[in-house]
């Protein structure tokens, strides 16, 4: 698979994934055009379990993947498994640490309108 140039913004420290480890964000949703179907194979740094491999045809693992790929990105690479309209999709349903949400939303407001209910 090739993977397209990802260009971050600065890590945000004022949040965190976890304790300790401050949330990778996209500058620009549009150089996301990561892989929407068929099998990706996440690399180890991203997701430490012997079975990488996902099917994002498959119910669920899509999301499952954007959920593991936003929470550990460490570099802007790892930005490149995210497609930007799948991710405006996704957003309002992904379980996501508040500082990953909260990092993401300041950055791209589109995705906390995404994430508000029609009225």
Known sequence: MSMATVRAAAPRRRHASRPG???LV????????GPLHGPVE???WLFWYPD???DLDQPGM???MYQIVLRE????GDLAYLNE????????GLFLPKGVRQAWEEQH??????AVPAA
Do not use: K, Q
């Not at 996209?26 to 055009?33: F, G, I, M």
């Not at 799948?86 to 309002?92: A, D, F, R, T, V």
């Not at 407001?109 to 995404?114: F, I």
């Open 52 to 54: 990488r491999t996902f």
């Open 21 to 23: 480890r401050g949330v």
């Open 26 to 33: 996209a500058a620009s949703l549009a150089d996301l055009r």
């Open 109 to 114: 407001p589109v995705l906390r309108a995404a």
């Open 73 to 76: 990105a460490s570099t802007a």
């Open 62 to 64: 899509l999301a499952w």
């Open 42 to 44: 996440l690399p180890i």
């Open 85 to 92: 309209d799948m991710l405006i999709s996704l957003w309002p």
